[in-house]
């Protein structure tokens, strides 16, 4: 009968491999002292410190693995959701122009869209749940949210306040009323997302990356859409830079992800109004 194949050979060259060696000569022979609590006990002090050891050294790499994972399903989504909202535009019933399902008004003669069409988590039109009458205001910000024409749901290209809707020549914000109330909309979410968190970094290795991209998509995102981060603060990019290192780094997502959320939302958040004080609408 083959012998089973030394679980140590299933480990990397190098100290990982050593440590898997010595750990497995150490476990006592079953046959003749079968495991009780003394002997489990005796070995636990031992076996608890090189799986940490192992833990750690194993951590970094299946983080990145998982991100590269979870980036190219994002990326595969992202393009099937574009390419079937462009499929299901709509023609207007007024002047037969096309249009994205998503957007309230006609870009080209304002007639209102009677049936639009709510956005999925990525920011494309879903194809069935209607906005209703009195949820249309909300569907303005967070069409603002995702870096659309308010008016008509047009995807901007520029990550500038300063730039007009190709389709309707509407100005991305109407003025400082606008500012509030998109501000307002945002920080709404600002603690059932710090709870999120705080919940999600608790869990090993997936945790962080799922908190990093949910804080990142609800709180960053609305803000940083508008705004090219490395040219406007020294700070955001340190910012950027601790979100990313924190996902390697085992055991600092149950402290750190929360507080760097909190930090990032401020953040982005002054740095957005400050861009907007300076905004001129009466020139749009």
Same mark, same amino acid.
């Given at each position: ?8 050979? /299933? ?12 750990? &497995? ?26 799986? #940490? &050891? ?38 207007? @019933?007024?002047?037969?122009? &096309? ?12 007639? @209102?869209? @009677?049936?639009?069409?709510? #956005? ?11 906005? @209703? ?58 603690? /059932? ?43 955001? &990019? ?47």
């Amino acid at each position: 009968m083959r012998e089973p194949y030394p679980i140590q050979q /299933w480990l990397p060259a190098g100290p990982l491999r050593d440590m898997g060696e010595r750990y &497995v000569s150490q476990l006592p022979d079953v046959e003749q002292n079968p495991i009780r609590p003394e002997s489990l006990m005796h070995h636990s002090d031992h076996s608890w410190s090189e799986y #940490l &050891v192992a833990y750690s050294l194993l951590y970094p790499g299946v983080v990145i693995l998982l991100a590269i994972l979870g980036g190219a399903g994002m990326w595969a989504m992202f393009h099937f959701c574009k390419r079937r909202e462009y499929r299901h535009r709509i023609v207007c @019933p007024e002047c037969g122009t &096309v249009m994205y399902p998503c957007g309230l008004h006609c870009p080209k003669c304002g007639a @209102p869209n @009677p049936f639009p069409r709510a #956005l999925n988590w990525l920011g494309y039109s879903r194809l069935r749940k209607v906005v @209703p009458e009195s949820g249309r205001i909300r569907h303005e910000e967070a069409l603002r949210s995702f870096r659309r024409c308010f008016y008509c749901g047009e995807p901007l290209k520029e990550p500038t306040l300063l730039q007009k809707c190709p389709a309707c020549g509407k100005a991305v914000l109407q003025g400082e009323r606008s500012v509030d109330i998109y501000d307002t909309y945002i920080s709404r979410r600002t603690w /059932w997302t710090f709870g999120a968190v705080v919940f999600l970094g608790i869990i090993p290795i997936l945790g962080p990356l799922l908190a990093s991209s949910l804080y990142k998509r609800t709180l960053i995102d609305p803000y940083s859409l508008y705004m090219t981060v490395f040219r406007e603060s020294f700070l955001m &990019v340190f910012l950027f830079l601790c979100r990313h290192l924190f996902r390697l780094l085992p055991f600092i997502g149950i402290i750190g992800m929360p507080i760097l959320c909190l930090t990032e939302y401020h953040v982005y958040r002054r740095m957005f109004l400050w861009k907007t004080e300076k905004y001129e609408f009466g020139e749009n």
